[in-house]
């Protein structure tokens, strides 16, 4: 039996297991390694690393496949690359607003799972999507402005604990 919490969910979003593979992850991650990112650290939002990823054919394909998975014609609104470690989250509270309906992709580029590093979504406080740290897996997730999102705590018990992701937001073109 379904609920209608579990039809609201597999409408709002979605996992692609492999889209990429580690031979390209790894290779994603160097080129942010050589790009730079800059330290973020505000107690009350998050601590992470930040880039701006020169990725046009990777955002490209992943536009691409976004519109695949949800049957609309979409074109990228913004892109970031977040890096976390041991001690490292981000809240809610520093998730970037929007007023307009999103498609936020987050590709897991990171070489490891780690465990407990997850990105929650949340409406009216209640998280209605989970994205757990997975290697080459891709999170589709359609957002209103009433959808929140956070990266999860990742844990010092874990002390090469390295999460690299990919934040990819579209937009309908």
Known sequence: MTTLDQLFTQRIATTVPDAVGPALAAERRAR???????RVALLDRGSY????????????????????????SLGVADA??????????????????????LVELILDLSPAVVPGAEVHYRRGGKVVYSFASRPGALSVVERDAD??????????????????????RLRDA
């Open 32 to 38: 942010l390694d050589r790009a730079g990112e800059r």
């Open 80 to 101: 970031r690359a977040l890096r976390l470690g041991p001690g490292d989250y981000l809240l809610a509270h520093h998730d970037r607003g929007h007023s307009d309906p």
């Open 49 to 72: 690393e930040l880039a701006a990823p020169d990725e046009p054919t990777l955002l490209t394909a992943l536009t691409n496949l976004a519109g695949q998975v949800t049957g609309r």
């Open 147 to 168: 959808t929140t999102c956070h990266h999860t705590y990742v844990s010092k018990r874990h002390p090469t604990a390295h999460i690299v992701r990919l934040v990819v």
